[in-house]
């Protein structure tokens, strides 16, 4: 397995209930790709996707683990001030990565390794690292990472040229994330607010409403850059993106809001696909390497990545 994002770990469980040995190779320290949680000021934010937006495999599954999420209670909102509608958000207190690290429990994953080579030998695929190390060989795999990141690793196979064509044409939307600890009168009635004003934020959310502390009074706060902007402002300094950010903080939440008492900025090159392809066009039958996660998800949100998940798994078991 390669990642340990949702879509992976969700594979990877399912392939050791089935009796397979699996082993999950992550790049990242952390668990959950894009599910990401980070610790500041004595609270946690969650800086990749804002919360579990489930209307029923993903809530099913979350409420088999030992630490179910809850429920946020306060209100999503849209730019004209009406409650959006759609599944109901859930969250963990200790942060959204509660779930990928449940998800892990029990299984095989090395941390800090970067798949970067595949190579085939006889019926087995070996891999390789960006060290130039071998990471061993498999039966089969399953690419996880995001579309373009697989599309990379199927190019190092002269045989996996094609497909490498098909998600290398997915492009990912790329997001920049304003993190903020704000000192304000009052805690905001509601979780959070999608297409602020004139649109330049895609999402605020007020990670205090996740049943976590705001230290000190210090209300921790996430503002997503929307999709143009972010790509505008992808290199630019964490002082000029504050400088985009701010006077749309003071217009959702009051003029305190302009004086934060400490702020941190989050790049995310790949956050959502623009485009996907159908699972079954990204995994020919009876291939030994299978690619999952949410450019070949059936629709976009999170249920669907881990649909694609489970597909894999069955994909994998079947050749
Ligand atoms: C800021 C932001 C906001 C979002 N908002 C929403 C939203 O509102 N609604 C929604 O439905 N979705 C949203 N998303 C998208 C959602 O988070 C993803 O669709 C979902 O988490 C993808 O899961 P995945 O398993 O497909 O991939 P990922 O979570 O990306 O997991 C892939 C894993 O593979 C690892 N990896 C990649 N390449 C390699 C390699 N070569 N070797 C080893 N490991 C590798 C990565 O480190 C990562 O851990 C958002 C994402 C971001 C970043």
């Not at 809530?59 to 683990?65: H, I, N, Q, V, Y």
Request: hydrophobic content about 45%; glycine content about 12%.
């Amino acid at each position: 397995m390669i990642g340990a994002g949702l879509s992976g770990l969700v594979a990877a469980r399912d392939l050791v209930a089935s009796g397979l040995e699996v082993t999950i190779f992550e790049k990242s320290r952390g668990l959950g790709g894009r599910i990401a949680t980070r610790r500041v000021d004595s609270t946690v934010i969650d800086h990749g996707v804002p919360a579990l937006w489930s209307s029923g495999p993903l809530a099913e599954l979350a409420a088999g683990l030992d630490e179910a999420p809850l429920e946020i209670s306060l209100p999503v909102g849209d730019s004209s001030g009406a409650p959006s509608s759609g599944p109901r958000p859930l969250a963990y207190p200790g942060g959204l990565t509660r779930l990928p690290k449940q998800l892990a429990e029990g299984l095989d994953v090395r941390r800090l390794v970067r798949v970067s080579v595949m190579r085939a030998s006889g019926d087995a695929i070996e891999l390789g690292d960006e060290q130039g190390n071998g990471q061993g060989a498999f039966d089969g795999v399953v690419i996880s990472a995001p579309a373009p990141q697989a599309a990379d690793l199927l190019a190092t196979l002269d045989s996996e040229r094609a497909r490498a064509g098909m998600l290398g044409a997915i492009a990912y939307e790329p997001a920049v994330i304003y993190i903020a600890g704000l000192v304000l009168p009052a805690h905001p009635p509601w979780f959070g607010v999608r297409g602020l004003g004139d649109g330049a934020l895609s999402w605020l959310g007020v990670e205090s409403a996740k049943g976590r502390p705001a230290p000190g009074g210090r209300v921790p706060v996430t503002a997503h850059l929307n999709a143009t902007l972010s790509a505008e402002l992808f290199d630019a300094t964490d002082a000029e993106i504050a400088e985009v950010v701010r006077p749309r903080l003071v217009e959702a939440l009051g003029q305190a809001a302009s004086d934060p008492a400490w702020s941190q900025v989050k790049r995310w090159r790949y956050s959502v696909p623009t485009s996907r392809v159908p699972f079954v066009d990204a995994n020919p039958a009876g291939s030994a390497i299978v690619v999952c996660g949410d450019a070949v998800a059936d629709e976009p949100g999170l249920d669907a990545v881990l649909e694609s998940g489970r597909r894999a798994a069955q994909r994998i078991a079947a050749t």
